[in-house]
Every structure is written in C-alpha cells, then in structure tokens.
C-alpha cells in the first residue's frame, strides 16, 4: 500500500486531501499539521524552511516509508519546496496558486487572487503572475481571517457567516474580476460561504484537483476510480494540542533532532 505525507501548517490541507482520496484507492495518509505556527501566512520565510526541514527529519525517523510528500499548502510551496527538495530522495508536490487557468478561463480577463499575505506578497506568486497571466489584470488580495474561520468551522462545524463576509467585503474585490484564485488550502473548505458572499458571475478556482492528478501520474501503479474503498487510512499529527478535536491526533516535535 503507497503512502502519503500531507502537509499543512493546519487543517486547510485537508481541502486537497479530500482530492487525493477521490482519486487514488489503497492509499494510506499521514497528515501533518504545524499549528503551534499557524498561520504560516503571517510567519518570515526561514521559519518555514526551518519547519519542512524538520518535516522531513520526523519523517525519516519516525514515520517510516513514505512514497510520495504533499505541502498542501501555498506559502510553505511558495517558500520552501526547493529547499524541502535538498533534503530528500522522496517525490514532493507543491501547492502554488492556480492563476494560470483562472487566468485563461477568464472572461473578462480580470482575476483575483486571494491567499495569506505571505503567499500574495512574494517572489514565487509574483512570476507566476507574471509568466501565466499575460493580457489578464490580477488583482491580490489577502487575508489571515478566513484562515481563523476555516479552522474553526472544521473543528466546531460552526461558521460565522456575518464575519466571513464582513472579510469578503473588507477586500473590496472590483466588479469586473469574475475569477477568484483560492491561494490558501484552507479556503476551499469554507468555498460555498465565500462564493454566497460574491457576485453571481465571480467563478472559484483552487488547485486541488490538479494536485490530486499529480500525485496519480507520480503514483503510477495505483487503480485510480470514482469509488474509494473505505478502508484507506489517515493519521492525524499536530505541533500543539487541539480542543475539541474530532479526529485522533498524535502530539510530535518538528525539532528534535
């Protein structure tokens, strides 16, 4: 059975974990989540480095064979998947914003991308724009809010639905933009409420379902189908301890040498 290290800095990469089990059978999961540094968004560039290195130190000496790593996550991605792979002989998939088909999907050819200050603000997302959006206005956008309210509607299936769209408003986002980039994993998991925030025409465009792809050409000899059988397996790992968690989490330290 192949296995999976996803990545995150909380439960947003659950968002392309879900992509990853509709498209791969007999997989088993571990999924990682440093939310003693959540959000990643608001954290300098060599703390995140710091942290996958450490990642992946955890791995080799506790987790056992992994197959493929997933940082289902666009500002570790964007900051540190170059230097991830200097650590490592295993397969790794970055999440990075899907600006590329919201951008030749468009029709009006004015998009948005919202994410993490991190993601929005930096080099990598700057190229990206820069290479994949030609004859497109972008506009970037950012917010660590929605990342507060996805977390807490994962873990209280409560959502503030006067708060997210209070957010949604705060970001001024012109009338004209008709594609939204999901630039942080954690906002596909409140999408339906982001969209109702929206004007009709404004379309969703995340990166999960490519990631998922991916992970199927990486992992070659896995039956890919509709149907999952429901005995694949994920492990759940934290940095920090969780209230009210619903799933069973084992607490493990990315520093220990």
Known sequence: MSHILVFDSGIGGTSVLSHLKACLQGVSFSYVMDNAFLPYGLQPQELIKSRIKG????????????????????????YALEEARKHTQIPIIGVVPAVKPAASSSKTKHIALLATPATSNNAYTHKLIMDFTSGCKVETLHSTELVRIAEHFYWHSELDKEALCAEIARLNIPATVDRLVLGCTHFPLIAHD?????????????????IANRAVSLLGSQIVGEKVPSASEVRFY????????????????????
């Open 55 to 78: 990642l992946i130190r955890w791995q080799q000496q506790y987790l056992g064979n992994v197959d493929l790593i997933v940082i289902a996550c666009n500002t570790a991605s964007t």
């Open 238 to 257: 934290a940095t920090a301890p969780i209230m009210g968690s619903k799933e069973a989490i084992s607490i493990i330290n990315l520093n220990k040498d």
């Open 194 to 210: 982001i969209k109702n925030c929206l004007q009709k025409h404004v379309e969703l465009v995340d990166s999960g379902k490519a």
